[in-house]
């Protein structure tokens, strides 16, 4: 049993759109991790919410913790190329091991 | 700063014969160390964790074994690979203080034919 669900699974875009991807489970969590991958690569930190109705940003990206912290949601503003990865979401589920979703592949076309 | 190696980068190995894949970390002591395996369309499956030297605790049952023979080292090893072996694998280390950031190698991508 997947603890959490991303969807959509794939999103293309052309530069310059917006868009929003979701983290979803159905357990409550103190803390919420978005990480990027690139192809080859290994994940990287992006942003770790804590407080339900959490909203971080970092540059043109924004997430937000749900009021219930059992979700989560990354929109991207006037997405560039350079945005193109795979979204990963993970949650501490103890002992400070991490179960990540199957993540949110983004292709943004220049 | 911290650093994390993987070697070799890529492995190509045919079915039945053993397997070695070594992490190093640099620059930190005592980490958490953490062997994932990514399959297409699987997202990461953590395999084994260590919090430190000759602890190993594993997530899910398989053909495949890791060891901590140094606090900045972490070995995934097979006797006998499995087809379903392939995938990219990743280590990563943590510090332990919760909310808990992983930090990831490079990965090794492993075909077994």
């Known amino acids: 049993t997947q603890l959490l669900e991303q969807s959509p699974q794939f999103l293309s875009i052309q530069e310059g759109e917006n868009l929003t991807v979701y983290c979803n489970s159905s357990?409550?969590?103190?803390?919420l991790q978005w990480y990027r991958q690139e192809p080859g690569e290994g994940p990287v930190l992006l942003v770790t919410?804590?407080?339900?109705?959490e909203v971080k940003k970092l540059k043109r990206l924004t997430f937000q913790f749900g009021d219930a912290r059992k979700d989560s949601s990354l929109h991207i503003t006037a997405a560039q190329p350079g945005d193109t990865g795979l979204y990963l979401c993970?949650?501490?589920?103890?002992?400070?091991?991490?179960?990540f979703g199957k993540g949110n592949q983004v292709v943004v076309i220049p | 700063s911290q650093t994390i190696h993987q070697w070799p980068a890529t492995l190509v190995q045919p079915v039945g014969s053993p397997l070695s894949l070594e992490c190093t970390v640099e620059?930190?002591?005592?980490?958490?160390l953490y062997w994932y395996r990514q399959a297409a369309g699987r997202g990461l499956q953590l395999l084994f964790y260590?919090?430190?030297?000759?602890?190993i605790s594993s997530e899910v049952p398989q053909n495949l074994s890791a060891s901590r023979p140094q606090d900045r080292q972490f070995i995934l090893s097979s006797k006998k690979l499995l087809l379903s072996d392939s995938g990219f694998y990743l280590c990563?280390?943590?510090?332990?203080?919760?909310?808990?950031?992983?930090?990831f190698g490079p990965g090794t991508r492993l075909t077994v034919l």
């Open positions: 990563a280390w943590s510090d332990g203080r919760g909310p808990d950031t992983q930090y």
């Open positions: 357990s409550v969590f103190s803390s």
């Open positions: 919410v804590v407080t339900g109705g």
């Open positions: 993970a949650v501490d589920y103890g002992n400070n091991r991490l179960a």
């Open positions: 620059g930190t002591s005592n980490p958490n």
């Open positions: 260590s919090v430190g030297i000759g602890q």
